[in-house]
Each structure stands twice: as structure tokens, then as C-alpha cells.
């Protein structure tokens, strides 16, 4: 049995579900409103028999490990590791060294902890923080908002936190590692964070990693002292490269928005929130990084960037829009040389905006003054391509000939990543006009580049024959896949042009669904191995499945037996879930519910959905 397995074995779907979702029993059924988009009315089932659920409502569906990381965000190592816990499943073997290392984390939370509810109680009740309480409903904030977020406040003392902590039992030592204290140079410790507006810095589960500390004036009248914001150290629990503040408290309404607000500052994400707009996110006082978009990619693909309209606001800006450029996913689109061979061209797969504020305002200072306004912005920020153009016309003379070819060469790319053809020639147009050029020959340009790039990419497709499939057929698509890789997207294309989504983790159950995910992670990281994403036991699976595709596939078409068996596993996939309804509706009958005719119209759609995918399956190049 594998460690996949045996987690799903020892924890109840229903259970793990069950906290995050109320669930009423319905029949054999559970059933509750889905979390993953608005209903009124219950479409979201959860199957104990099967320990599957499904939302007839969105269609999202899978077992608890899809469940655990689409409501938590997380990646499928981090989801293995945390249902395996739960279930009390040991993953590979730990090394002595391993066991002392997350020990050592555990205590740093426990301290972090600590420091957070003392400052936070300070702030609420110590004399001293009068000036903190002050300054947070001089911004607006309310005593909601501050208990939220935990915020608090750091005595103007330079052994308070010390003496606090080392009387809660943690060391000296463990305060240096957690970033609580600073060495003296001649010897000796003090506070790291002293007369401060304490704000904890959480993980994505919402555990305290670190602190950032805004400076309070000593007065009212004496001047703010330098410098404004002192954050953590990085630490064993601390990457600010990796962190978004917020993101804990954001990621639902990220996903149910289809949206991520990003923000520069800890202000910036508070007040938002308190004013309900609870989709908004910071990174730790650095530009946005692959880590950054990687998180808010799996909640959606819509990046609203609202940075400050200084200089170094736009300069953050547009190396914001390169990192997402260069970061987030991208649609596949097969094109063919004169050679008849195979290249693949990408288009961006998200929908990035730049949100211009006013001058002189940050966000919680215009959403506190005029909230009307702050939504009209979110509402009309501009595509990336109109902000970085408008840049650009700045940057560069456009009465100049270099100056013109300059801005040309920067929006190429930008205009290579639209994906509808219309919208991209629309832009090229208006390109041209304002730089006085021919549109024709911009067009020209941009296709040569295009062209260009597919070559660069391309693979080699060769041709005919068929194998049979394997008994098992994920792991027989798998097995393709890790041997022919460059396949994937020309497979997707097809899916795309036959109306089917593209190849995902639905596709996959059980291991089959880690090896893709790990499969996808190494990827985008190359430098990552097998063994840095996966427990010893998959990694023996994937040589397996390496290994073990049937020789006649080289001489035949692999892509036309991925496809095939997507096909077949979407077919058999959908009869199951079409059972299920159809025990819905009986059910509903039995007991005069009216649910079952809302259920009776799904179980028609499925049907439909049946039809097509046996008609694509007939067709000769598919099945021959």
C-alpha cells in the first residue's frame, strides 16, 4: 500500500472536509454550500463510500488531498505532508538531524506565539503603548482589525521581550534564532524590536513566523524616527522572499473574488480588509518574486497590482509585471514549420492589470477617505500592456527613430503573450498609430518573433502505428508523458480544439496524482529533484513508470495515445460521477425533496458531456 493510500485510508473525507464545510447528511450523501464559489443552494456532495467529493454547482470534484490543497492553496507536497500527519502516517524515514531541525521549528512557533499574544496584550492594556493605541484610530483602525490581524506593542526597553520570554522557558539562543534579540558587539543581547506597533508575520496557516515593527513618535509632536518599518531576520521559519502578508486571511476571498489585490505595505492590506475588500496581499518589502506568484496562481489568474505612483512604485511595478511574465502559467498552442515539425508558441494564462493611485496615496488612505473611488480604480485598472506603454512613451522619445525601436522591442513580448488575436491585433494598431508607424509591418514583426520562438521549441513528432493501452491507464499516460515531455502541449492544443480541457490534476487519482503534480513542480524548478518533492516510495514509482512504456510507442504516436486515454479515463470518470447523481435523484424522490429535479438537469448535462466525449473517441485519427 502506498503512503497515499494508507493517509486516505486512515482519515474520513467527510471528517476532514467537515471542518472547513457544514455538511448535512443526505442520505448516503453529505451534502453543504460549496467554498469554492457563491451558491444559495447546496450543490456540493461529499461521497464516504467512494471518499470522493464533487460540486455539481462548479464542477470541481476529486478526493481530500485536491480538497486540501484548492481550500488551503497549498502544493501537493505540502498537502501529503500535513494529511500525513494528521493521520499519523510517517512519509520516509527521518534522520536524526531532521527530527532535531523540526523540533528546533516547533519550539521558534511556540516562542513567536508567545511574543505575539505579550504584545498584543501590551498594546490593549499597557500604560505605555498609549501612543500605539493612538496611532491606530488616528489610521482608522478599528478594535476588530486589531485583534485580527493580533497586532501590538514592543516596550521602549531594551531587555522587556527577553526577560518575558526567558521566563515562558525559551533561551537566549532560541530568541537569537527567532530573531528577538541582537548581539551586543562587546558581549550581551538586547531587544531587537523597541517602541514599535508590533504586526506578526504569518505562514500560510496563519502560525506567527516573524514581525514587523512600525516606529512610534515618543510624542505626539516629535517626528517619526528612521527606520519607519524593522522586520525579522530571515530565520528557519522566515523567508521574506516566500511570505505574503495576509495571505492567510486572503486566500478565500482570493479565489472567490478571482482576483489578488497586491499592495506594497502592512497598512495597505489591514485597512482593505477591515473595509471588506479582504482580497489583498503584500509581499514583505521586496518586488514580487516567483515564490509570491506561484502561491497566488493556484487561487487565480487575475493580478491586480496597486503600487505606489512614485518612481520606485513604478519601477517595482514593471519588475512586478516581468517576474509575473516570466512566472505564471502559460497556454501552449502548437505551430508547424515548413519541415512539417511540431514547435509550440506561449501565451500568457492570466489577466494582470496595474491600478495608477493618486498621488500621495496609498491605499488604506484613499479606501479610508473615498471608497467609491477605490473601487472605480480596481474597476478600470489598466492591462499591463496600455500600463507599460504609457511607461514607455515616458522613458522614451517616440519622435526619435532609436527612442521608437526602443519601445517597440519592449512590447513585443507583451504583445506576444495576449492570447485572442483580435485583442492583440487591436493593440498593435494602436501602437502604431501613436508611434507613427506602419501596422502592417509591426504585425509583420511580431510574427517573425513569434515564428522564431516556435522554432526554438520545437519537438519532433513522428508518426504511425498505435499500442494498445496499458490495464492501467494513468499510469500508461504517465509513463508518455515522462518519456516524451515535449508532448504535453501539443496534447493540450488538441484537447483545447475538440472543446475538452486540457490535461490536469483531475486526470490523475491516488500516486498518479503526485507524480503529475511533482511532474509539473520540477518543471518550472528544474534545479529540484525527484527526491526533493516526492516520499521514497513514489520516487521508486516514477523510475517504474519511466521504465516501463512498451517499446512500439516510440515508432507510433504517443500524442495521439495520450490523448486517447485522457479520453477513455474523462469517459469512465464521468459514468461514475453520472451513478452517483443518479442516486441523488433517487433519493430526492424517495423523500419528496426537490433537489432532485435540479439534479436531473446535471445528470442531462453529464449525459451530453458522455455524447461528445464518445464522438471524439470515434473519430478515426483518435481511435485507429
Known amino acids: ?24 447528511k ?12 457563491t451558491e444559495k443552494t447546496p450543490s456540493f456532495y461529499v461521497f464516504p463510500d467512494t471518499q470522493g467529493w464533487h460540486c455539481f454547482g462548479c464542477g470541481r470534484g476529486g478526493d481530500l488531498f485536491n480538497f486540501v490543497m484548492e481550500f488551503e492553496g497549498l502544493d501537493f507536497r505540502t498537502a501529503l505532508q500535513e494529511l500525513a500527519r494528521r493521520a499519523g502516517v510517517e512519509l520516509q524515514p527521518r534522520t536524526p538531524e531532521q527530527v532535531e531541525a523540526e523540533s528546533e521549528s516547533e519550539r521558534l512557533r511556540l516562542l513567536l506565539e508567545a511574543a505575539a499574544a505579550y504584545y498584543h496584550t501590551l498594546l490593549l492594556t499597557a500604560p505605555q503603548a498609549a501612543y500605539a493605541r493612538a496611532y491606530l484610530e488616528k489610521r482608522g483602525f478599528t478594535q476588530e482589525t486589531i485583534k485580527t490581524f493580533q497586532l501590538g506593542y514592543s516596550l521602549n526597553d531594551w ?47 496563519g502560525r506567527v513566523i516573524a514581525f514587523g515593527g512600525r516606529v512610534l513618535p515618543l510624542s505626539h509632536s516629535a517626528p517619526d524616527a528612521q527606520p519607519k518599518y524593522m ?28 482576483a489578488a489585490i497586491i499592495v506594497e505595505g502592512y497598512m495597505d492590506v489591514m485597512i482593505p480588509h477591515q473595509a471588506g475588500y479582504k482580497n489583498v496581499v503584500a509581499p514583505m518589502g521586496t518586488a514580487l518574486t516567483e515564490a509570491h506568484l506561484q502561491q497566488l496562481q493556484r487561487l487565480t489568474k487575475r493580478f491586480i497590482l496597486a503600487l505606489d505612483p512614485d518612481a520606485a512604485g513604478i519601477h517595482g511595478t514593471l519588475q512586478g509585471l516581468e ?24 501565451r500568457l494564462k492570466a489577466d494582470i492589470r496595474v491600478v495608477t493611485l493618486p498621488e500621495g496615496r496609498d491605499p488604506d488612505e484613499l479606501i479610508l477617505e ?72 509591426l504585425l509583420d514583426r511580431l510574427r517573425v518573433r513569434e515564428r522564431a520562438q516556435a522554432v526554438r521549441r520545437q519537438s519532433a513528432v513522428k ?84 521504465k516501463g512504456l512498451p517499446p512500439e510507442i516510440s515508432s507510433g504516436h504517443p500524442e495521439r495515445e495520450i490523448l486517447r486515454t485522457i479520453l477513455i479515463l474523462r469517459e469512465r470518470r ?51
Open 1 to 24: 500500500m502506498s503512503v497515499v493510500d494508507e493517509v486516505k485510508e486512515r482519515l474520513d473525507i467527510v471528517e476532514v472536509i467537515g471542518r472547513h464545510v457544514h455538511l448535512q
Open 26 to 37: 443526505s442520505g448516503r450523501y453529505f451534502k453543504g454550500l460549496c467554498p469554492f464559489h
Open 159 to 205: 531587555d522587556a521581550t527577553r526577560a518575558y520570554l526567558f521566563g515562558k522557558g525559551f533561551s537566549v539562543e532560541e530568541q537569537l534564532k527567532a530573531g528577538m534579540l541582537v548581539e551586543r558587539e562587546g558581549g550581551g543581547t538586547f531587544d531587537r524590536f523597541r517602541n514599535r506597533l508590533m504586526i506578526p508575520i504569518c505562514d500560510r496557516r
Open 231 to 258: 522586520n525579522s531576520p530571515q530565520s528557519v521559519l522566515f523567508d521574506k522572499s516566500k511570505v505574503l502578508f495576509g495571505y492567510h486571511l486572503a486566500n478565500q476571498a482570493i479565489r472567490e473574488a478571482d
Open 323 to 346: 517576474t509575473a511574465r516570466q512566472t505564471l502559467d502559460r497556454e501552449w498552442d502548437a505551430v508547424f514549420d515548413p519541415r512539417g515539425l511540431v514547435g509550440v508558441e506561449g
Open 370 to 441: 473615498d471608497r467609491a473611488r477605490w473601487e472605480q480604480l480596481i474597476a478600470n485598472s489598466q492591462p499591463i500592456v496600455r500600463f507599460v506603454f504609457e511607461q514607455l512613451l515616458k522613458q522614451e522619445d517616440p519622435r526619435e527613430p532609436k527612442g521608437k525601436a526602443r519601445i517597440v522591442d519592449a512590447m513585443l513580448p507583451l504583445l506576444n503573450d495576449i492570447g485572442d488575436s483580435v485583442e492583440r491585433e487591436a493593440y498593435v494598431q494602436d501602437i502604431a498609430l501613436r508611434l507613427g508607424l506602419d501596422a502592417r509591418g
Open 463 to 546: 508518426a504511425p502505428g498505435l499500442a494498445t493501452p496499458a490495464s492501467d491507464l494513468e499510469a500508461y499516460a504517465l509513463s508518455i508523458l515522462l518519456n516524451y515531455p515535449a508532448l504535453l502541449p501539443v496534447v493540450d492544443n488538441q484537447l483545447q480544439d475538440t472543446g475538452f480541457e486540457e490535461i490536469n490534476g483531475k486526470d490523475f487519482s491516488n500516486e498518479y496524482f503526485f507524480v503529475w503534480s511533482a511532474w509539473l513542480e520540477i518543471g518550472k524548478n528544474p534545479e529540484l529533484e525527484w527526491q526533493d518533492v516526492l516520499s521514497s516510495d513514489l520516487v521508486k514509482r516514477v523510475f517504474e513508470l519511466q
Open 574 to 624: 464521468t459514468r461514475d460521477i453520472s451513478k452517483e447523481v443518479q442516486n441523488l435523484i433517487i433519493e430526492a424522490q424517495a423523500s419528496g425533496d426537490l433537489a432532485g429535479i435540479q439534479y436531473g438537469k446535471v445528470l442531462q448535462d453529464l449525459n451530453e458531456y458522455l455524447k461528445r466525449l464518445h464522438k471524439t473517441l470515434a473519430k478515426k485519427t483518435i481511435s485507429e
